[in-house]
């Protein structure tokens, strides 16, 4: 979608408050507002997860018409302690994630708020929703994960391989020749945890890089060199592998079972055709179960939210949640 009618992104803006929040367990979680303050708030729950946010992600919002929040997640980011300095990842997890989105909510004196998340952050967006509806005023998700076994083995054990043969065997590099007919993840976990430093950050640059040069439906070599960053690669992977390695701490299909808590939410998914990370079978399923949504699938877009078709109607469905219209 590259026509004159496609949206694009609102243009840059700084925020007007930034802070790190004590959310317990040692750790203090970066959070920052920007647009309006005495407009409809929003919160963006970033991807991966150990993604972080940047400045890109406050311009998906009408800044006249949104108070915008932006988080980075527990050892991530502008959060501390970061994973890269030996960060905890024992205390990393889905409820304690939930529990955090709900602390920064009233640390900000927030009543409700619009969620807007992409990939994890769609897994996570849906986990807060279901445990604290009432906070909801709707929800805005892209490239969807529900955390279930098949898309783990789908992405992780060989399955997008056979789309990225040349970037599947990069990743495979780091992982003994004597393990790669086994489940990759555990395989990787050993790796990301072990004493050794350059093992580790070998195996996370080349998980992450993974990521990267499957995203977008053309290369970004960009992002890529973005994603290569040891001290972003070491939080990215090892957070994504804890998470993946214990199932989500969710039960398997949890996200879809308890669909029915969205009833009475209003939402929008977009979701890319050709999303390899996140297969869009996984949207049409959380559509079923939550028919209430709207799904837009867009034909010529991968995985990332930076994808043109996939940034039209991210901002069209924001637009229409501040017009009131959703």
């Known amino acids: 979608m590259t026509d004159e009618n496609t949206r694009e992104l609102y243009p840059p803006i700084e925020p007007y408050d930034v802070g790190h929040l004590d959310v317990g367990d040692g750790q203090r979680i970066y959070w920052e507002t920007s647009g309006n303050p005495e407009s409809t708030p ?73 969620v807007f998340g992409g990939s994890w952050g769609s897994t996570l967006s849906l986990a807060y929703a279901q445990a604290h509806r009432e906070r909801v005023l709707g929800l805005i998700l892209r490239g969807i994960f529900l955390l279930r076994r098949s898309e783990i083995d789908w992405y992780y054990n060989g399955g997008a391989g056979h789309i990225f043969p040349e970037q599947w065997e990069n990743f495979l590099a780091p992982v003994p020749e004597d393990q790669r007919g086994g489940d990759l993840v555990q395989a990787y976990h050993q790796l990301l945890t072990s004493n050794d430093r350059s093992i580790a950050t070998e195996a ?31 939080a990215f992977a090892g957070i994504e592998n804890h998470y993946f390695s214990n199932d989500g701490f ?39 179960a939550w028919p209430a949504a709207e799904l837009k699938i867009v034909d010529d877009a991968g995985h990332s939210a930076a994808e043109p078709g996939i940034i039209h109607h991210l901002i069209e469905a924001t637009d229409r949640f501040a017009s009131g219209t959703s």
Do not use: M
């Open 42 to 114: 929003v919160v963006f729950v970033h991807g991966g997860p150990g993604g972080g946010t940047g400045p890109a992600q406050r311009r998906y919002f009408d800044p006249e018409k949104y108070r915008i929040v932006l988080f980075d997640q527990r050892g991530c980011g502008r959060s501390t302690p970061h994973i890269a300095d030996g960060g905890d990842l024992a205390v990393n997890t889905t409820d304690r994630l939930v529990d955090d989105i709900e602390k920064l909510r009233e640390h900000l004196g927030v009543e409700q708020w619009l």
């Open 250 to 288: 969710l039960r398997e299909n949890q996200l879809l079972d308890d669909a029915h808590l969205l009833d009475g939410i209003p939402g929008v998914i977009v979701q890319g055709r050709y999303d390899v990370v996140c297969p869009a079978a996984s949207a049409w399923a959380l559509h079923k």
């Open 204 to 234: 996370a640059i080349a998980w992450s890089s993974w990521e990267a040069a499957t995203s977008y439906l053309l290369p970004r070599p960009d992002q890529i060199a973005e994603n290569e960053d040891p001290r972003f690669a070491l």
